[in-house]
């Protein structure tokens, strides 16, 4: 250990001091918080990361024991390391796993409208099924705010169902551009900055951190 790494008692005393202070401000917040209720959270902006974060939270549901239902609006049913992964932690009776990739591709891909409206809406009524499942507590919607930014399906609708689901089911819905109207009835809104990306420099998508 260097010398400068080597503390006086009096600069312990004083750092000990201020943590406890720290501590005490902060065990009271958390003291303070004791609504329970299921979360519409909301995954957005230009960064990376949005479903790699709400999946984050399925492994953490099914780790818990509680059931996790995804629905994948625009992504295809390609294979991803998240979906392996969760599925075999499933399969070993944790909690239950229902994972529908019901996209088929993004809009620039398909570049036929109706069909990606048909397929969004098929997505919805599988979200509904899910909605109205008690054996779930968490549904991932991966990429529903892009359906929504296209309207492929009625904000509205979706909204007012979101929000009348029942109390202790916690919803994240992912994706770029997320309607006002559903910030506004999001209980937690987080927007994941881009500050620098690989693409940019030629880097393709590679296994393990884009699938």
């Known amino acids: 250990m260097s010398k400068d790494a080597v503390l006086s008692a009096e600069e312990a005393a004083r750092h000990k001091e201020k943590m406890a202070k720290r501590k005490a401000v902060q065990d009271a917040e958390v003291a303070g918080k004791t609504v329970e209720k299921g979360l519409l959270m ?3 902006g230009p960064g990376k990361g949005k479903s ?3 999946f984050g939270l399925a492994l953490r549901m ?11 609006f625009i992504k295809g049913a390609w294979s991803t390391g998240e979906r392996t992964a969760l599925e ?5 009776g944790i909690a239950p796993l229902h994972w529908h990739s019901m996209g088929e591709g993004f809009t620039w891909e398909t570049q036929d409208k109706a069909r990606d409206i048909a397929a969004a809406e098929a997505a919805w009524g599988k979200v509904k099924e899910l909605l109205a499942d008690p054996a779930l507590s968490l549904i991932v919607l991966d990429e529903l705010n892009i359906a929504l930014r296209y309207d492929y399906l009625p904000l509205e609708e979706v909204v007012a169902e979101l929000a009348g689901r029942r109390a202790d089911l916690h919803v994240v819905v992912t994706g770029r551009n997320a309607k006002p109207a559903l910030i ?3 209980d937690l809104v987080t927007e994941m900055g881009l500050v620098k990306h690989h693409f940019a420099a030629g880097v393709k998508a590679q296994q393990g951190i884009e699938f």
Do not use: C, I, S
């Not at 099914?62 to 994948?72: A, P, T």
């Not at 075999?88 to 070993?92: D, F, N, Q, S």
């Open 52 to 54: 790699t974060a709400a």
């Open 42 to 44: 909301v995954h957005t």
């Open 184 to 186: 506004e009835a999001a």
């Open 62 to 72: 099914l780790g818990n024991g509680r059931g996790v239902g995804v629905v994948q």
């Open 88 to 92: 075999r932690l499933a399969a070993t």
